[in-house]
């Protein structure tokens, strides 16, 4: 059974890695090794090539990340790493993840698998960069794209992925966000009034924005128009709260979609037993599913 601290922690998707500098990044050399080996292994396979679906390469590194440990909750240690309300460090490991980094990290290597040359851990931590933070920008802890709708939001705003809510039939949930506000104590961060009042100014301008949500019992009807490698959100009725867990699209042998993740009770990064419309409904108080397609 998950404690409640588990819980707060899985459903903040706070975006767990061991972050720079050093003093927490402990195994730079193994991730650094894994990010060479995992792009090779896409260039060998083809899978950078312009014409292929960002989607699909993403999904081979996942492939390659399974068995990978969970680890919850290192990026809100952002204050013993060197960082600063105003101004976090950036997290990014490929040898530990939680939902929401294993989400990012293999886009990152897609993404990275794609530039000239030799992979490098910075263009790497652009990649992250680029999708965690509003805009593209790392500023401080409101900068991070706490609630993954926003996440997909922002991500569609800046072309690096399209919403597949609308064409997939989603119904627009329009509950205001307030999770993080409300439990102020399950972030460390929000101690400072500061941050405080910053997220809760960004739940507010959130309000009347729509989330796309397929609902459960719609999704044996769409699982077969998904891709491998779009982004799964999964949607929930948690009062203040958009999703519980993130995860990609994978497609076996036989056809059957399924879900590629890295889950809490699990404690590796794993390909579901279930099929996507079995697994979703199985999820207390899940309400759907969000759907996301990288974009090159």
């Known amino acids: 059974m998950r404690t409640r601290r588990q819980f707060l922690t899985e459903v903040s ?6 972050t720079w500098p050093r003093r927490l990044h402990l195994r730079a050399d193994d991730d650094l090794a894994r990010l060479t080996a995992w ?10 090539a312009a014409g292929v ?23 809100e240690e952002y204050l013993s790493a060197g960082g600063t309300p105003d101004q976090e460090p950036l997290a990014a490991s490929l040898t530990r993840f939680d939902c929401v980094t294993l989400v990012e990290g293999t886009m990152a290597v897609a993404r990275t698998a794609r530039r000239a040359g030799a ?5 790497f931590g652009e990649e992250v960069t680029r999708m965690r933070y509003r805009d ?8 991070r794209l706490h609630y993954f709708s926003e996440w997909i939001r922002d991500g569609a705003r800046r072309g690096l992925v399209r919403d597949l809510g609308v064409e997939l039939g989603g119904s627009a949930d329009t509950r205001p966000l307030r999770f993080m506000s409300a439990h102020r ?11 405080l009042h910053a997220i809760a100014a960004r739940e507010l301008a959130l309000d009347g924005l729509p989330r796309w949500v397929i609902p459960t019992g719609r999704i044996p009807l769409i699982a077969g128009q998904l891709q491998p490698g779009d982004v799964l959100a999964f949607a929930t009725s948690i009062e203040g709260l958009d999703v519980t867990h993130t995860a990609l699209v994978h497609r076996d042998a036989g056809g059957e979609t399924r879900v590629l993740h890295a889950p809490l009770s699990g404690g590796t990064v794993e390909i579901a037993a279930r099929a996507l419309p079995d697994y979703v ?4 108080r899940a309400t759907g599913i969000l759907v996301a397609r990288p974009l090159v």
């Open 185 to 195: 104590a399950s972030y460390p961060a929000l101690a400072d009034d500061r941050q």
């Open 39 to 48: 792009v090779t292994t896409l260039r060998q396979e083809g899978l950078d």
């Open 119 to 123: 992979p490098t851990w910075a263009a």
């Open 13 to 18: 998707l706070a975006g767990a890695a061991l």
């Open 136 to 143: 593209g920008r790392r500023g401080g802890y409101a900068s």
């Open 53 to 75: 679906a960002l989607g699909r390469a993403a999904a081979r590194a996942g492939e390659l990340a399974v068995g990978t440990p969970y680890v919850a909750g290192t990026l």
């Open 281 to 284: 409904s199985a999820i207390r």
